[in-house]
C-alpha cells in the first residue's frame, strides 16, 4: 500500500457567516473526500452530505455550541433523516430552492423543524413554484455576486412577502460589497470579504502594534534568549496571564505549578512555548471579531504548513513555514498593506515576498491554503502534487491543524478581573 493510500484525504472548509456587527453566526461546513490528488471523487450531493456528517469529529473549528454549521443536504438526505446522524442541535439545513418540492420531502421539513434543526434556502431568486419550500424556511440564502442592486431588492421583497426569515448574502468579496449588502438590509453575511483589509489612507502600524511585532524578534533568534524574553513577556500583563494558564492547563500536566516565565520554558521547551506566543502575540494585537476568526484561520494555516512540512520532505523549512502560515493574513487583520507589515516582521525576504504576493517557492503553501478554504477541491490536489506532497500528508496535517487550533483557542482565558 503506499502512503497516499494509507490515509483517508479528508478536508472540510469551514466557511464563517457574519452579523452586521462582524461576529461571527454560524459557519457553512463544505466537504470533500478523495485519495485522488488530482481530482474530487465524490459522486453525487448525498454522498458528500454522508461523507461530511460522518467525518465531522475529526476535523474541529465547530466555533463552540452557539455557532450554528451550515450543511448543504439532498431532498432525498432529508427524506432519508441523514441530519439525525449530526450530534448538534445547532445544524441548519440547506436546500437548494425548489419549484417543485414533493409532498413527502414538505411532510419531512416539518418534522425536522419540530426539533432543534434550522431550514435554509440556498440561492433563493423567489421562483415561481417555490412559495411551499420557502415558506418553511428560517433562512434565506442569496447569491450577491452579478446582481444589481435592484436586482437584490426585488429579491428581498419575495423574501419578505413569504414570511420574515433571516438573510444570508453569500459571495460577498470586498469592503464594497458587505456595504451594499447591508444597505439592501440583508442580517448575515458570507464570502473571503473578511481576509481582504479594508486600508485607510495613510493608516501607519500604531506603537502597540509595533511593541508586539518586536517581541518576534526576541523569540525569532536562532539560539533562544531567555535572558530577554522573560522580562519582555513579565512587562505584558496579558500575555503572562494567558500564557501561564495555557502551560498550567492539562495540555501540559506538568508535577508542578508553573509561576514563571524562565520556568516555563524550561520544563515545556523552546519550540512549542515559541509557537504559542507567536499565537497569543498575535491574537492579543487583534481583539476584534472579525480578527478573532483571522488569527484562528492564521493559527491553522501555520500549523498545517509545518505538520505537512515534517511529513513531507520540508523538515528544514518547517518553521518558516510556520511563519508563513501565522503571517498570511495580517494585512486584513491590521487593515494595513502587506508591504508596510513586513517592514516589522522577523523573516526572510522570501517569506516577505510570498507574504507580498510575490510568486516563489513558498507562495504554493498559501495557494494551498486559499484552495482549501474556498474549498477548491480540484485546486487543493493539483497545488499539493506541486508542493511533491502525497494528499494523506496534507489530509492528516490538516485535521491535526484543526485540533491544535482549538486547543489554543480553547485555552485562551478572559484576563483578570482587577
Known sequence: MTEDRAYESIFIARQPIFDSHNETWGYLMLFRDSDDADRAVISDNSEATMNLVAN???????????????????????IRGTHHAIPWSNTVVILEELDDASPELLGAL??????????????????PGCEPLAELADILIV?????????LVQIMAKGKKIGSPMTIAKRVETADDLARAKEVGFDLFHGFFFKHPRTESGRKITSSEATRLKLFEIIEKEEPDFDSLAPAIEAD????????????????SFATTVTSIRQAVVLAGWKPIRNWLRLIILT????????????????????LFETAALGGGYEDESDKLFMLGLFSLLGAMLDTDMETIVEQLPVDDQIKAALCGK????????????????????EVGVTAKELNLLP?????????????A??????????PVQ
Open 56 to 78: 465531522l469529529p475529526l476535523c474541529g473549528g465547530l466555533g463552540g455550541d452557539k455557532a450554528r454549521l451550515m450543511i448543504h443536504f439532498t431532498p432525498e438526505d432529508v
Open 110 to 127: 416539518r418534522d425536522l423543524k419540530e426539533g432543534d434543526y434550522e431550514v435554509a434556502v440556498n440561492n433563493f431568486e423567489g421562483k
Open 143 to 151: 447569491d450577491v455576486e452579478g446582481k444589481s442592486d435592484a436586482d
Open 237 to 252: 500583563v496579558s500575555i503572562s496571564y494567558r500564557l501561564l494558564n495555557f502551560l498550567n492547563s492539562a495540555n501540559f
Open 284 to 303: 492579543d494585537m487583534t481583539p476584534s471579531e472579525k480578527s478573532k476568526e483571522l488569527a484562528y484561520l492564521s493559527a491553522h494555516r501555520a500549523k
Open 359 to 378: 510568486v516563489n517557492r513558498y507562495s504554493l503553501w498559501l495557494d494551498l491554503a486559499r484552495a482549501i478554504e474556498q474549498s477548491d477541491w480540484d
Open 392 to 404: 494523506g500528508t496534507v489530509a492528516v496535517s490538516y485535521q491535526h491543524a484543526f485540533t491544535w
Open 406 to 415: 482549538d486547543a489554543f483557542f480553547a485555552e485562551a482565558p478572559k484576563e
